[in-house]
């Protein structure tokens, strides 16, 4: 017979295998075929939910940001003369809610470019091209009130948050940096001839990846892996159709172990273990379009079971018998 102990390990196992295989990784892109955002089930290509349209057949959904806790996808609208920052439900349900720029109480943005969310501490950092932001990476509370300047940059690029570290990573044309939250202690991590460059950070094992051009006026596209300082720089993935300032995306399916990347501009996302090793096509995605995963996070539920399991054992534990019986 097993023991309670037994029986509530193997339940929690149980679990642990069924949340891995139902609660799987979602990829959200921007559709050009409706101006939408799009999400569909990694494993099985099937759609999940459809946000939108977002766009009215003009300009770009430029990033895409998931905020996992309260289950929002944020995006930039690279729209010149009109841009905006908005959100909606994962599921698309309810109203879009136009945070910055047009549409919204906020002041306009011009051209926003990449954008990032921090759930924890309830904010949204993004980057931005012209006036009236200057440009540089800013950051506001998620309703996109209280905005404020971080860091500038000559030329806005990616962002990403390493809240681990407590650390905010950018790229340039030419350059990849770091610096604190508050945009002090500020330091390059890697210089050298590229195009724009698309960031995903694997702070558990201390990694960063990126995808870019080879340099600018060179056709070819890689990705690469290094260190978070910088050093020990990889390159995984090779021969990408990339040119310039073409922006080919990348995120990471971390309990997967699992990278996804753009391509080219009429090739698909594409998805590879983390090495680089094993590239398929996912069959969607042409244009390049902005994309980013949502990966839910089976060890808050496994907790949960694991109470649930334990009360109910404490509760069924045989009682002794009183003395005399």
């Known amino acids: 017979m097993f023991s309670h102990v037994t029986r509530a390990g193997v339940v929690v196992l149980i679990f642990g295998l069924w949340s891995n295989h139902v609660l799987g990784s979602t990829l959200y892109y921007f559709d050009y075929d409706d101006w939408s955002i799009t999400g569909i089930d990694v494993d099985t290509g099937d759609p999940v939910s459809v946000i939108g349209p977002?766009?009215?057949?003009?300009?770009?959904?430029?990033?895409?940001?998931?905020?996992?806790?309260?289950r929002k996808v944020?995006?930039?609208?690279?729209?010149y003369g009109s841009g905006a920052i908005a959100r909606a439900n994962l599921d698309g349900s309810g109203e879009i809610e136009y945070l910055i720029g047009e549409g919204s109480p906020n002041p306009p943005a011009i051209l926003p470019i990449a954008i990032t969310v921090d759930p924890f501490d309830q904010k949204m950092y993004w980057s931005h091209r012209n006036e009236p932001f200057p440009e540089g990476i800013w950051r506001s509370d998620l309703d996109g009130t209280n905005p404020e300047k971080v860091i500038h940059l000559e030329s806005g690029g990616d962002v990403e948050l390493d809240l681990r570290n407590g650390k905010i990573y950018w790229a340039e044309l030419g350059r990849v940096s770091r610096a604190n939250l508050d945009g002090s202690q500020s330091e390059a991590i890697f210089t050298g001839p590229m195009g724009d460059v698309s960031l995903a950070l694997d702070t558990a094992a201390e990694k960063i990846y990126w995808t870019r051009a080879i340099e600018m006026g060179v056709d070819g596209g890689i990705v690469q892996r290094a260190n978070l300082d910088g050093s020990d720089l990889e390159t995984l993935v090779t021969g990408l159709d990339l040119y310039d300032d073409n922006m080919s995306y990348i995120d990471l399916d971390l309990p997967a172990g699992k990278m996804y990347f753009s391509g080219g501009y009429f090739d698909n996302i594409f998805r590879a273990n983390l090495d680089g090793t094993q590239i398929e096509d996912l069959g969607v995605g042409q244009y390049m379009p902005a994309f980013a995963l949502y990966v839910p996070e089976p060890s808050t539920l496994t907790l949960i079971v694991i109470a649930l399991v334990s009360l109910l054992l404490v509760r069924l534990r045989p009682r002794p018998k009183p003395a005399g019986e």
């Open 54 to 70: 977002v766009l009215d057949s003009v300009g770009r959904v430029k990033d895409i940001a998931i905020d996992p806790l309260a």
């Open 74 to 79: 944020y995006w930039t609208d690279y729209s």
